[in-house]
Nanobody, 123 residues
Framework: QLQLVESGGGLVQPGGSLRLSCAAS????????IGWFRQAPGKEREGVSC????????NYADSVKGRFTISRDNAKNMVYLQMNSLKPEDTAVYYC????????????????WGQGTQVTVSS
């Protein structure tokens, strides 16, 4: 069964950091671009960041540029999202998703999805 599993979410104070992980089972991530998306209550799912299959290309939403860093370790079949200087508006469920065609801005272009991990930024 092809599956993505996110981990690393939790409750953190404003200004704090978290590192999210995305693990694959049943397939190798090496041939897929991986995107991170998030969805806050009452809001649409939005793209946060994406990394190409080789790791040579990354992109970020304007709202997280300079604070979040996406990376991947293909040998471990893992993708990470390092989140620093977290703000209350970063509170959301974070999802990773795989796309064999490369980074795309729309969530509908991604084939495989994880179940999500909750990130709450609050004092």
């Amino acid at each position: 069964q092809l599956q993505l599993v996110e981990s690393g979410g939790g409750l953190v104070q404003p200004g704090g950091s978290l590192r999210l992980s995305c693990a694959a089972s049943g397939f190798t991530l090496n041939y897929f671009a991986i995107g991170w998306f998030r969805q806050a209550p009452g809001k649409e799912r939005e793209g946060v960041s994406c990394i190409s299959s080789s790791g040579g290309s990354t992109n970020y939403a304007d709202s997280v540029k300079g604070r979040f860093t996406i990376s991947r370790d293909n040998a471990k079949n893992m993708v990470y999202l390092q989140m620093n200087s977290l703000k209350p508006e970063d509170t959301a469920v974070y999802y990773c998703a795989a796309n064999s065609y490369g980074c795309r801005p729309r969530s509908v272009d991604y084939t495989y999805w994880g179940q999500g991990t909750q990130v709450t930024v609050s004092s």
